[in-house]
């Protein structure tokens, strides 16, 4: 069992950058192509990066050129680089196995991006 804990979260204005960081339990971690996802208010959960586990990303449109994924197998912990954040940025962002696994969704962590 994976269990998968968000952070890094928080108020940022518009230009502004952070690093969310996805921290995964188990051993397994290395083996598995990971995702970021986000829910925005009153929106489905939409998938924004994904990194399979040697390395390779894709990214959504709406976030290509600005945000980067990455991770670090012996720390078993996953990174969303998110740089030039715009209002609509504003969600949940969760991370989770590629495609996503209904047990593995965690609390996430809230990026609001505001004047």
């Known amino acids: 069992q994976v269990q998968l804990v968000e952070s890094g979260g928080g108020l940022v204005q518009p230009g502004g950058s952070l690093r969310l960081s996805c921290a995964a339990s188990?051993?397994?971690?290395?083996?598995?192509?990971m995702g970021w996802y986000r829910q925005a208010p009153g929106k489905q959960r939409e998938w924004v990066a994904r990194?399979?586990?040697?390395?390779?990303?894709n990214y959504a449109d709406s976030v290509k050129g600005r945000f980067t994924i990455s991770r670090d197998n012996t720390k078993n912990t996953m990174y969303l680089q998110m740089n030039s954040l715009k209002p609509e940025d504003t969600a949940v962002y969760y991370c989770?196995?590629?495609?996503?696994?209904?047990?593995?969704w965690g609390q996430g962590t809230q990026v609001t991006v505001s004047k």
């Open positions: 989770n196995l590629f495609p996503s696994t209904d047990n593995y």
């Open positions: 188990g051993s397994i971690f290395s083996l598995y192509a």
């Open positions: 990194i399979a586990s040697g390395g390779a990303t």
